[in-house]
């Protein structure tokens, strides 16, 4: 079975701070790892995935995250937020040949202070 | 080009009802996946069918139940609709639903049980 916990249901970050959200996996097998990002009243739009081809992944609108096997993390982190990235984030794990199967964590809410 | 739509955008039910939820994929994508967001946690996998057949079902009871089209649009369909199944329900396609290919979500139909 696989699973994510998504560490600090909400996040709270001044413009121009780093944005640092936190997401450990629970896998028994390879991990393939996702985070998307969810605006109020929209479906969720992919951010970045890992596949094992490189640790550290980047992604849209400045983000990346670097996967860490020996901490069984995927934090995803921009240098300096700007006040679009409030959101609400999530962090999901698939079966490899899968992605239409995976499983969320229960996100993390950003909100960015100006 | 269209994203994924669903319809309806916002539905109130009561306890014991059925409701139906559709989905229209991507032009060329032949593969559909439903979710459900139950609020303050992540989607969580209920159905993916390719080519009109099922292949997968997460873990929901007999009430769910799902069926693809020829032109691959997809309905969800939910007996003796209980209060615990309100929620965001978010359908996703991809090309073919194989793989680590990216999801696209459509903006979900909200359920409101009463």
């Known amino acids: 079975a696989q699973s994510v916990t998504q560490l600090g249901s909400h996040v709270s970050v001044s413009e121009g701070a780093l944005v640092l959200l936190r997401c450990n996996y629970s896998?028994?097998?390879?991990?393939?790892l996702f985070w998307y990002v969810q605006y109020p009243n929209q479906g969720l739009q992919l951010l970045l995935k890992?596949?094992?081809?490189?640790?550290l992944v980047k992604g849209i609108n400045g983000f990346e995250a670097e996967f860490k096997k020996s901490e069984t993390s995927f934090h995803l982190t921009k240098p300096s937020a700007h006040m679009s990235d409030a959101a609400e984030y999530f962090c999901?794990?698939?079966?490899?040949?899968?992605?239409?199967?995976?499983?969320f964590g229960d996100g993390t809410t950003l909100t960015v202070k100006p | 080009d269209a994203g994924v739509t669903q319809s309806p955008t916002h539905l109130i039910k009561t306890r014991g009802q059925h409701v139906t939820l559709r989905c229209s994929p991507i032009s060329g994508h032949k593969s559909v996946s439903w979710y459900q967001q139950v609020l303050g946690q992540g989607p969580q996998f209920i159905f993916q069918?390719?080519?009109?057949?099922?292949?997968g079902r997460g873990n929901f009871p007999d009430r769910f139940s799902a069926r693809q089209f020829p032109n691959y649009s997809s309905e969800l369909n939910v007996n003796a609709l209980l209060l615990g199944d309100s929620a965001l329900y978010l359908c996703a396609s991809s090309p073919s639903g194989q793989g680590l290919e990216t999801q696209y979500f459509g903006p979900g139909t909200r359920l409101l049980v009463l």
């Open positions: 896998s028994s097998v390879p991990p393939y």
């Open positions: 069918y390719y080519e009109k057949e099922e292949r």
């Open positions: 999901a794990v698939s079966p490899n040949t899968n992605a239409g199967k995976s499983t």
């Open positions: 890992y596949t094992s081809a490189a640790t």
